[in-house]
């Protein structure tokens, strides 16, 4: 046997019940002519005889289910044998469950009788559609209302952001450009692919401008180049590069091998030495900030010059702290204007 308790909130005995303290409320107001009213609107549709004894029904059906409980709780009671206890505590506990079965069904059959409130909404003739008689299975006036509910809150949050932006607004935005942007000539993008020969071109410069810097040229791809760069007896860096655009940069220590087993340029495995995995992260961030794409040879350039600075990459001491060591790591940051070395800590 199944108990069903209609005591969840917002359910309909309890909406109506808040309609009925209403109705008596409105009733004992002074200046009843108003207040009856009121009352009359809130009484459309709903009998308060049917009310009264649903309201009962719902009393005797809390105290039935409370002596179910009761009687649960106690357990079985003393007889001579474990039989007699067994068949005395089904027959009793099965009288409580019928007793509780008759009161909901009761329930039931007054919540029937008891009819539904009218609701009064500003919604002009949709209000015709909670006169359906079978509301429970086409709620439209109540997807309704909370569709109007909704509506009113987006409009309410929409004028507050609005607002937001009117008075923080952005110097660039479309609206104060106006249509002066539109008469603007489209700036042309710039080509990605460039004839080898003027690469090689740029990149013999940057090498004949830095005679402590040697760059290998190779073209493992058809047209892409990679470039070894070797500084010095410090590091050596791979940077792969699309045209004259840098597109990665790794960086390993001199005596490191840069072959893998084929003989090819190793582009992918990082160094094992940690102070060199710390410029190469770097030298990504590097590859960030240069970015000229209508002039990519000053891009190659302004990096190479950057990168030349890790000539004394054990020799110099940090900026701001002085020392040259910290952590057990000499200053592998170099600043992207003044090319000062600071550690990775200091330079905040």
């Known amino acids: 046997m199944t108990v069903r308790l209609p005591f969840q909130s917002g359910s309909r005995f309890f909406v109506f019940f808040n309609d009925f303290l209403n109705v008596i409320n409105a009733r004992q107001q002074p200046g009843g002519g108003k207040a009856e009213k009121m009352a009359d609107v809130v009484n459309v549709g709903v ?3 049917a009310f009264s004894h649903a309201i009962s029904g719902i009393q005797a059906l809390r105290s039935s289910v409370s002596r179910v409980f009761e009687f649960l709780k106690d357990g079985m009671k003393n007889r001579e044998t474990l039989e007699g206890r067994e068949k005395q505590f089904i027959s009793e506990f099965q009288q409580n469950l019928e007793a509780v079965n008759r ?8 919540s029937g009788l008891v009819g539904r409130p009218s609701e009064s909404h500003p919604l002009h003739n949709s209000g015709l559609l909670s006169l359906d008689p079978v509301q429970d299975k086409t709620p439209l006036y109540s997807q309704l209302l909370q569709a109007y509910k909704w509506s009113n809150k987006l409009q309410y949050h929409a ?5 937001l932006l009117n008075q923080q607004s952005l110097k660039r935005s479309a609206n104060q450009m106006g249509a002066s942007a539109k008469r603007r ?3 042309q993008p ?11 071109d740029v990149i013999s410069r940057i090498g004949r401008l830095f005679p402590d810097m040697t760059i290998e040229l190779f073209r493992p791809n058809g047209t892409s180049a990679v470039l070894l760069v070797t500084l010095g007896k410090v590091l050596k860096a791979i940077v792969v590069m699309r045209s004259l655009f840098i597109d990665r940069t790794i960086v390993r220590g001199f005596n490191e091998n840069v072959y893998n087993e084929e003989g090819k340029l190793d582009i992918w495995t990082k160094s094992q030495y940690q102070v060199f995995q710390k ?4 030298a990504t961030t590097a590859l960030l900030h240069y970015q000229l794409p209508q002039m990519p040879d000053v891009v190659v350039r302004s990096f190479m010059t950057w990168l030349r600075s890790y000539i004394k990459l054990f020799q110099s001491s940090c900026q701001r702290c002085g020392r040259f060591l910290q952590d ?3 200053p592998t940051w170099r600043d992207f204007r003044t090319l000062e070395a600071f550690h990775d800590t200091c330079r905040m």
């Open 47 to 49: 009998n308060l005889d």
């Open 103 to 110: 009161d909901l069904n009761e329930l039931e059959r007054l």
């Open 159 to 163: 004028s507050l952001a609005s607002s």
């Open 185 to 187: 000539p489209k700036v």
């Open 190 to 200: 710039s080509t990605l692919v460039l004839p080898p020969q003027y690469v090689d």
């Open 279 to 282: 410029v190469t992260d770097h």
């Open 328 to 330: 057990g790591l000499p």
